[in-house]
């Protein structure tokens, strides 16, 4: 958005034609130094990408108008598409120079974050939402393959994830998820970082991870579990897959958020809706069945492992 | 404003796992409806299945009389209110609340209008032009529900909103939520754990267990009339006493007895439990730990339903005392006054109200009276 005020800004001021861009809803883009709306205005509908925007100009400019929307609409086509075809082509592993990265997505030298979201829902109308949360800011948001991205730099990671979730699935009523992973610097950051998400949606969905919001840097022991090789997994399934099978759904549950929950017996007895004497019971009742005791960390290791290579195997999908 | 009808829905998700089995529920415009049950029985997935956010696998689901199955979940007319509600960080107060409005491309002086109301409602008209990390966890609580509120929808699904909250604000947030029930007059669909949640709020209950409706009913008839050990052990805190016991008849009048202990039971229960053939047979004797009591006025009432038992555990709550007793194999609770002198280690002198005596059915768990 800066990058297109800036343009918008040196437009009037070369030009001296004084204007106002507004959007469909009434909220002012930008505003000519001294602009003033009077009865002796026209007015001229421009294509902002999607969106439908609205030029306010003097009456004294009309023979400028044609020229002045032509301008504005490709400098934003210049501006944001070209940055989309940019990451487009960092994505898909073209060359793209480091000069013309940087030139067009400004905020990546100070550090940017790229979110890949799935919907389960339609795609458009989930990029439009996802747009119109960020529509003041300089945030890339474009479908790359059948997913949407979301480039920006975001002081509040975890937070613009759930944002991004809840207001897919409060708006939309789809199902939606987020993922996430390192900072970036320069194309290759970018590169890495969608690939991290990439691979933070796969172990997901490997694991049947039950949050919808996933960090890629939180996500270590799928990372273990998806690199064992075939015969170590065999043999943590041939020590506890007849414990796990034999477990009812409350207490694969009970394993679940305990581990979720670091090992933390109040967090888990809180999330699990039981008295922290249930829980205890039932991790000693784990500890009896495997012989495992998962409130110690060491042994809780060797247990989260075998769990979710268990679970791999057993993987539940909706 | 509208009503909902549930018929026979069920969830199953692949690889044959049931989570909502034959749920029908009708719930009337401007009713406060909350699912409850322990983790895994189904409520949030039901909610999801009204949202749209879970296809329904089977049945049928009708909002305002008109049947919903197929209809694209933004056109239903709900708002939704989840357990982790997330701000737009970037956004003022103000802005989160308009999102959905601006969204639906709501002229601004409207817009303005219903956050300004919305606000005003919650009593954060204060915070409008704060972002969210200036919020506390209540405020911010609010303000999502503010952004459910603006849309004014048919109804209002709340998934668990208060379960992130501590003890203290979860209190003062369920008073919020139920005046705006009051003063917003739609119908409002509620999921908690949270028994005294459900029990303040509803004014009706759906107790789940395993994917099974296990009872559909007032607060009231929950407590004093539940179907099942199940629904009675959930409702109440502390929980409802069972204590393995037998039926028995002596001289024409039916006992309840266990360990040493033979109370008698009413003369209405009496005939019920003979007419249903429980004479002789082994039972679940449950009684409510306000329905046991120490004073010596009400022992003094209930003179043929005096047991003696030792004190275990006490905890002074301020107005009221929990004591842990101890008869035999039997272990209970009796919620008495605070004023009462039992210690750990007393042998005391206790009797149980025989008018609230609930009797379970050994096998089945259902109620027999």
Same mark, same amino acid.
């Given at each position: 958005?800066?990058?297109?005020?800036?343009?918008?800004?040196?437009?009037?001021?070369?030009?001296?034609?004084?204007?106002?861009?507004?959007?469909?809803?009434?909220?002012?883009?930008?505003?000519?130094?001294?602009?003033?709306?009077?009865?002796?205005?026209?007015?001229?509908?421009?294509?902002?990408?999607?969106?439908?925007?609205?030029?306010?100009?003097?009456?004294?400019?009309?023979?400028?108008?044609?020229?002045?929307?032509?301008?504005?609409?490709?400098?934003?086509?210049?501006?944001?598409?070209?940055?989309?075809?940019?990451?487009?082509?960092?994505?898909?592993?073209?060359?793209?120079?480091?000069?013309?990265?940087?030139?067009?997505?400004?905020?990546?030298?100070?550090?940017?974050?790229?979110?890949?979201?799935?919907?389960?829902?339609?795609?458009?109308?989930?990029?439009?939402?996802?747009?119109?949360?960020?529509?003041?800011?300089?945030?890339?948001?474009?479908?790359?393959?059948?997913?949407?991205?979301?480039?920006?730099?975001?002081?509040?990671?975890?937070?613009?994830?759930?944002?991004?979730?809840?207001?897919?699935?409060?708006?939309?009523?789809?199902?939606?998820?987020?993922?996430?992973?390192?900072?970036?610097?320069?194309?290759?950051?970018?590169?890495?970082?969608?690939?991290?998400?990439?691979?933070?949606?796969?172990?997901?969905?490997?694991?049947?991870?039950?949050?919808?919001?996933?960090?890629?840097?939180?996500?270590?022991?799928?990372?273990?579990?998806?690199?064992?090789?075939?015969?170590?997994?065999?043999?943590?399934?041939?020590?506890?897959?007849?414990?796990?099978?034999?477990?009812?759904?409350?207490?694969?549950?009970?394993?679940?958020?305990?581990?979720?929950?670091?090992?933390?017996?109040?967090?888990?007895?809180?999330?699990?809706?039981?008295?922290?004497?249930?829980?205890?019971?039932?991790?000693?009742?784990?500890?009896?069945?495997?012989?495992?005791?998962?409130?110690?960390?060491?042994?809780?290791?060797?247990?989260?492992?075998?769990?979710?290579?268990?679970?791999?195997?057993?993987?539940?999908?909706? | 404003?509208?009503?909902?009808?549930?018929?026979?829905?069920?969830?199953?998700?692949?690889?044959?796992?049931?989570?909502?089995?034959?749920?029908?529920?009708?719930?009337?415009?401007?009713?406060?409806?909350?699912?409850?049950?322990?983790?895994?029985?189904?409520?949030?997935?039901?909610?999801?299945?009204?949202?749209?956010?879970?296809?329904?696998?089977?049945?049928?689901?009708?909002?305002?009389?008109?049947?919903?199955?197929?209809?694209?979940?933004?056109?239903?007319?709900?708002? $939704?209110?989840?357990?982790?509600?997330?701000?737009?960080?970037?956004?003022?107060?103000?802005?989160?609340?308009?999102?959905?409005?601006?969204?639906?491309?709501?002229?601004?002086?409207? =817009?303005?209008?219903?956050?300004?109301?919305?606000?005003?409602?919650?009593?954060?008209?204060?915070?409008?032009?704060?972002?969210?990390?200036?919020?506390?966890?209540?405020?911010?609580?609010?303000?999502?529900?503010?952004?459910? =509120?603006?849309?004014?929808?048919?109804?209002?699904?709340?998934?668990?909103?208060?379960?992130?909250?501590?003890?203290?604000?979860? *209190?003062? $947030?369920?008073?919020?939520?139920?005046?705006?029930?009051?003063? %917003?007059?739609?119908?409002?669909?509620?999921?908690?754990?949270?028994?005294?949640?459900? $029990?303040?709020?509803?004014?009706?209950?759906?107790?789940?267990?395993?994917?099974?409706?296990?009872?559909?009913?007032?607060?009231?008839?929950?407590?004093?009339?539940?179907?099942?050990?199940?629904?009675?052990?959930?409702?109440?805190?502390?929980?409802?006493?069972?204590?393995?016991?037998?039926?028995?008849?002596?001289?024409?009048?039916?006992?309840?007895?266990?360990?040493?202990?033979? $109370?008698?039971?009413?003369?209405?229960?009496?005939?019920?439990?003979?007419?249903?053939?429980?004479?002789?047979?082994?039972? *679940?004797?449950?009684?409510?730990?306000?329905?046991?009591?120490?004073?010596?006025?009400?022992?003094?009432?209930?003179?043929?339903?005096?047991?003696?038992?030792?004190?275990? *555990?006490?905890?002074?709550?301020?107005?009221?005392?929990?004591?842990? %007793?101890?008869?035999?194999?039997?272990?209970?609770?009796?919620?008495?006054?605070?004023?009462?002198?039992?210690?750990?280690?007393?042998?005391?002198? =206790?009797? %149980?109200?025989?008018?609230?005596?609930?009797?379970?059915?050994?096998?089945?768990?259902?109620?027999?009276?």
């Amino acid at each position: 958005m800066k990058d297109i005020m800036n343009f918008l800004q040196d437009l009037s001021k070369n030009t001296g034609i004084k204007f106002r861009l507004i959007t469909e809803d009434g909220a002012i883009i930008f505003s000519s130094e001294s602009f003033i709306e009077n009865s002796d205005m026209i007015y001229i509908s421009v294509n902002m990408g999607s969106e439908k925007a609205r030029i306010h100009l003097e009456k004294k400019f009309k023979e400028c108008a044609s020229i002045l929307k032509y301008t504005i609409e490709d400098k934003y086509r210049d501006i944001y598409l070209k940055k989309e075809r940019i990451i487009s082509d960092i994505l898909d592993g073209k060359d793209v120079s480091d000069e013309m990265v940087h030139k067009s997505i400004a905020f990546l030298d100070s550090g940017c974050n790229l979110f890949l979201v799935k919907t389960k829902g339609n795609i458009h109308e989930a990029i439009d939402v996802i747009k119109e949360i960020y529509r003041k800011y300089d945030v890339i948001t474009m479908i790359y393959h059948d997913d949407i991205i979301v480039i920006g730099s975001f002081d509040e990671i975890k937070e613009h994830a759930k944002a991004i979730k809840e207001t897919i699935n409060s708006n939309l009523f789809c199902k939606c998820y987020v993922s996430y992973g390192n900072v970036a610097h320069n194309k290759y950051g970018i590169e890495r970082a969608f690939h991290e998400s990439q691979q933070s949606m796969m172990l997901s969905e490997k694991f049947s991870v039950r949050e919808e919001v996933l960090d890629y840097n939180k996500l270590l022991f799928e990372k273990i579990v998806y690199s064992l090789d075939t015969k170590l997994k065999q043999e943590f399934l041939n020590k506890f897959e007849a414990k796990f099978n034999d477990f009812d759904s409350e207490m694969i549950s009970t394993i679940d958020e305990f581990i979720n929950c670091g090992l933390n017996t109040s967090d888990a007895a809180r999330k699990l809706y039981v008295h922290r004497n249930t829980l205890i019971y039932r991790l000693d009742k784990i500890k009896k069945e495997t012989g495992f005791d998962i409130r110690n960390f060491r042994e809780a290791t060797v247990f989260t492992i075998s769990f979710l290579v268990w679970r791999e195997k057993n993987k539940q999908t909706n | 404003m509208a009503g909902l009808s549930l018929k026979h829905i069920y969830k199953v998700y692949t690889g044959n796992v049931t989570a909502v089995k034959d749920f029908n529920l009708e719930i009337e415009d401007k009713e406060f409806v909350v699912f409850v049950g322990p983790s895994g029985c189904g409520k949030s997935t039901t909610l999801r299945m009204i949202a749209g956010l879970e296809d329904i696998t089977k049945g049928e689901l009708y909002i305002g009389g008109e049947l919903k199955n197929d209809v694209s979940p933004k056109d239903r007319d709900i708002a $939704m209110v989840f357990q982790n509600y997330a701000l737009y960080p970037h956004m003022t107060v103000y802005d989160n609340m308009a999102f959905g409005l601006k969204l639906r491309k709501t002229p601004k002086k409207e =817009i303005d209008e219903k956050v300004r109301d919305a606000a005003k409602l919650l009593d954060i008209e204060h915070l409008l032009d704060r972002k969210p990390k200036a919020l506390s966890g209540g405020q911010r609580q609010r303000v999502a529900m503010g952004r459910a =509120i603006v849309r004014e929808p048919k109804v209002f699904l709340m998934d668990e909103p208060l379960s992130n909250l501590d003890a203290k604000l979860r *209190v003062q $947030m369920r008073t919020v939520i139920a005046k705006l029930h009051k003063r %917003l007059e739609t119908t409002f669909v509620y999921v908690t754990h949270d028994q005294t949640e459900a $029990m303040t709020l509803g004014t009706k209950i759906v107790v789940m267990k395993d994917g099974l409706v296990q009872q559909v009913d007032s607060p009231q008839q929950l407590y004093n009339h539940p179907i099942n050990l199940f629904v009675a052990g959930f409702i109440g805190s502390p929980q409802m006493n069972f204590i393995d016991s037998k039926i028995e008849e002596q001289e024409g009048k039916v006992y309840v007895t266990f360990e040493d202990e033979k $109370m008698p039971l009413s003369d209405e229960t009496s005939k019920i439990i003979k007419e249903k053939g429980y004479v002789g047979k082994d039972v *679940v004797m449950g009684i409510r730990p306000e329905h046991l009591d120490d004073d010596p006025e009400f022992i003094a009432k209930h003179t043929d339903a005096i047991i003696s038992a030792n004190v275990e *555990v006490t905890e002074l709550m301020g107005s009221e005392t929990f004591l842990y %007793l101890k008869k035999g194999k039997a272990a209970f609770t009796a919620k008495v006054a605070g004023t009462s002198s039992a210690q750990p280690d007393d042998v005391i002198k =206790i009797a %149980l109200n025989p008018d609230r005596i609930h009797i379970f059915d050994k096998e089945t768990e259902l109620t027999i009276v």
